[in-house]
Nanobody, 126 residues
Framework: EVHVVESGGGLVQAGGSLRLSCVAS????????FTWFRQAPGKEREGVSC????????RYGDSVKGRFTMTSDNAKNTVFLQMNSLKPEDTAVYYC???????????????????RGQGTQVTVSS
C-alpha cells in the first residue's frame, strides 16, 4: 500500500521560513516525479514545484521562484520544500503528490495524481 505523508507546516510570520517534508512509502521512489502543490480556500489549486524522475530537473511556479527550493533525498524516500521569505499569500494547504510525470502547468489545477498526501497547513501572518 502506498503512503504519501507531508509534515512541517505551521504558523509563521511574514518573512519567515518553513521546511516541509514528504515521505513516500510503498512505491519505487526513483520511478516517480514528485509535485508540491497548494490550495487556499476559494482558490484554484496552484503548482508550487515538481522534480522530474527522468532527469531530476525541478520546475517552480512563478509565484515562488527565488524563494522556495525543492530537494530530494532518494535514500530516505523523501522530498523537501524549503520555503523562505514567506508571504501572507503563501497561506494554503500544501500537498505532496507522486506521478510518472510533472504535469503541464496548464492542467495542474485539475490533474489527477497517482498518489497524494493529506496535506499540511501553512499559515503566514502579516
Amino acid at each position: 500500500e502506498v503512503h504519501v505523508v507531508e509534515s512541517g507546516g505551521g504558523l509563521v510570520q511574514a518573512g519567515g521560513s518553513l521546511r516541509l517534508s514528504c515521505v513516500a512509502s510503498g512505491l519505487t521512489f526513483d520511478d516517480y516525479a514528485f509535485t508540491w502543490f497548494r490550495q487556499a480556500p476559494g482558490k484554484e489549486r496552484e503548482g508550487v514545484s515538481c522534480i522530474s524522475s527522468a532527469d531530476g530537473t525541478i520546475r517552480y511556479g512563478d509565484s515562488v521562484k527565488g524563494r522556495f527550493t525543492m530537494t530530494s533525498d532518494n535514500a530516505k524516500n523523501t522530498v523537501f520544500l524549503q520555503m523562505n521569505s514567506l508571504k501572507p499569500e503563501d497561506t494554503a494547504v500544501y500537498y505532496c503528490a507522486a506521478d510518472s510525470i510533472c504535469p503541464p502547468k496548464s492542467v495542474i489545477s485539475i490533474y489527477n495524481y497517482d498518489y497524494r498526501g493529506q496535506g499540511t497547513q501553512v499559515t503566514v501572518s502579516s
